[in-house]
């Protein structure tokens, strides 16, 4: 099993900046990509970014230019800078890791509010 555990959420005024963590622990082996997600009041889970073992990234086009992606290895830890933010990047923020064989884990979620 693998526990995720984010952090970093809160409230900012639009055009402002957070930083989101997440960090994993357990039955840490064969981690391949690690991405964030975010799913907004009605409205279906969306992938925000990833980023596998090798530095892949991928965004989605409403974030590109804004957020950025990036994970540290030794510390097992996914992060998401996100700069400029407007009222609908708010929603809850999800963590998920995926192993080479596809299995799948979802951490809780980390609320980001941006206010307009």
């Known amino acids: 099993q693998v526990q995720l555990v984010e952090s970093g959420g809160g409230l900012v005024q639009a055009g402002g900046s957070l930083r989101l963590s997440c960090a994993a622990s357990?039955?840490?082996?064969?981690?391949?990509?690690m991405a964030w997600h975010r799913q907004a009041p009605g409205k279906e889970r969306e992938l925000v970014a990833e980023?596998?073992?090798?530095?892949?990234?991928n965004y989605a086009d409403s974030v590109k230019g804004r957020f950025t992606i990036s994970r540290d290895n030794a510390k097992n830890t996914v992060y998401l800078q996100m700069n400029s933010l407007k009222p609908e990047d708010t929603a809850d923020y999800y963590c998920k890791v995926r192993r080479v064989w596809g299995r799948e884990y979802w951490g809780q979620g980390t609320q980001v509010t941006v206010s307009s």
């Open positions: 980023i596998t073992a090798r530095g892949t990234t």
């Open positions: 357990g039955s840490i082996i064969a981690i391949d990509a």
